[in-house]
């Protein structure tokens, strides 16, 4: 069982700047591929970033790509997502996930996430861009 524990969250205005963080404890091994989701209100929960622990490769969501940088201290069990020049369309809550599979698109780390068996999911940070 993996715990997740994200942190960061907040109000900023457009333009801004925040950085996430999500730390994982518990049983580890086996993890793979770990990134981000969020959710608005009345919107579908979408990807945003995700990096995998083997060869660090990531991918972003068009819609963050140039904004948002994802990256992972192993040795620390946190990843981190450092959000800048923040939009009002941004805001929704934001969910830090696990895989223990490998994935090769946001389309697969969706699905995969969709399966708690193969997935762990924190609690969640809200963030909220407004002025």
């Known amino acids: 069982q993996v715990q997740l524990v994200e942190s960061g969250g907040g109000l900023v205005q457009p333009g801004g700047s925040l950085r996430l963080s999500c730390t994982a404890s518990?049983?580890?091994?086996?993890?793979?591929?770990i990134g981000w989701f969020r959710q608005a209100p009345g919107k579908e929960r979408e990807a945003v970033s995700y990096?995998?622990?083997?060869?660090?490769?990531?991918s972003y969501a068009d819609s963050v790509k140039g904004r948002f940088t994802i990256s992972r201290d192993n040795a620390k069990s946190t990843v981190y997502l450092q959000m800048n020049s923040l939009k009002p369309e941004d805001t929704a809550l934001y969910y830090c996930?696990?895989?223990?599979?490998?994935?090769?698109?946001?389309?697969?780390?969706?699905?995969?996430?969709?399966?708690?068996?193969?997935?762990?999911w924190g609690q969640g940070t809200q963030v909220t861009v407004s002025s």
């Open positions: 518990g049983s580890t091994s086996g993890l793979n591929t």
């Open positions: 990096i995998k622990s083997d060869d660090g490769a990531t």
């Open positions: 996930v696990t895989t223990r599979t490998r994935v090769a698109s946001l389309l697969a780390f969706t699905i995969i996430a969709r399966t708690r068996a193969l997935s762990s």
